[in-house]
């Protein structure tokens, strides 16, 4: 089934660690975006991409970073977790090609703890 | 740069009461513009896009381009609406992103 995929659902994780967050869509999607949330407030938009080997920043600064090697795939890493990144993640996919009306589709998200 | 204002960040309402959720934008273009919910353990999705001029589960949203506003309504309010809702900016065009507002929870009191 068509759909967008985000592991783990949960992380806790102790301070000064690498992680990775996956996010892989199998709906063919050529944009893919990273939005950071809190429980009950506003997405901050951190990452996005318009295809293969295409990544932008977005409007909240991150330490974070994201590879588009392949078309289902955008990753997040964290190269030295902290605290501060205690937060949910949201990964999003939708079409490309000039269009308007943009949809966008979510993952269920990753809650992250650091410790 | 492309902004979107949601100026309550809680509205109680009871049930059967009238709804509106609040949505200013800041662009000096025709912007596409979206509402988006998030149930309780549910993921975000869209509800509904101005350009469609749809109505969703009950709720409508016009743009007021004077007012540069969005605002969400539904006449009569259910217990079910209760959730968070999310407006959210894109400029026209191809080489976009989408810009997501501070988000506005809706509790419905039975």
């Known amino acids: 089934e068509a759909d967008i995929y985000q592991t783990p659902r949960y992380l806790v994780i102790g301070t000064g660690k690498k992680i990775t967050l996956e996010c892989s869509q199998t709906?063919?999607?050529?944009?893919m975006y990273w939005y950071q949330q809190d429980p009950g407030m506003e997405l901050h938009l951190i990452h996005y991409s318009y295809g293969v080997n295409s990544t932008e920043k977005g409007d909240l600064s991150s330490e974070s970073t994201v590879s588009r090697i392949r078309t289902e795939h955008f990753p997040l890493t964290l190269e030295s977790a902290r605290p501060s990144h205690t937060s949910q993640y949201l990964c999003?996919?939708?079409?490309?090609?000039?269009?308007?009306?943009?949809?966008?589709?979510f993952g269920s998200g990753t809650q992250l703890s650091v410790l | 740069a492309q902004r979107v204002t949601q100026p309550e960040k809680l509205l109680s309402v009871f049930k059967g009461a009238p709804v509106e959720l609040k949505c200013n934008y800041s662009y000096s273009g025709s912007p596409e513009l979206f509402w988006y919910v998030q149930y309780s353990r549910q993921r975000l999705q869209l509800l509904l896009r101005h350009i469609s001029r749809e109505s969703i589960k009950g709720f409508t949203a016009d743009l007021n381009k004077g007012e540069t506003s969005f605002h969400l309504k539904k006449p009569f309010a259910q217990e079910e609406d209760s959730a968070m809702y999310y407006c959210?900016?894109?400029?026209?065009?191809?080489?976009?992103?989408?810009?997501f507002g501070t988000g506005t929870k809706l509790q419905v009191i039975p």
């Open positions: 959210a900016l894109r400029r026209p065009g191809g080489y976009q992103k989408v810009t």
């Open positions: 709906m063919g999607h050529d944009k």
């Open positions: 999003a996919s939708s079409e490309f090609g000039g269009t308007t009306n943009e949809k966008l589709f």
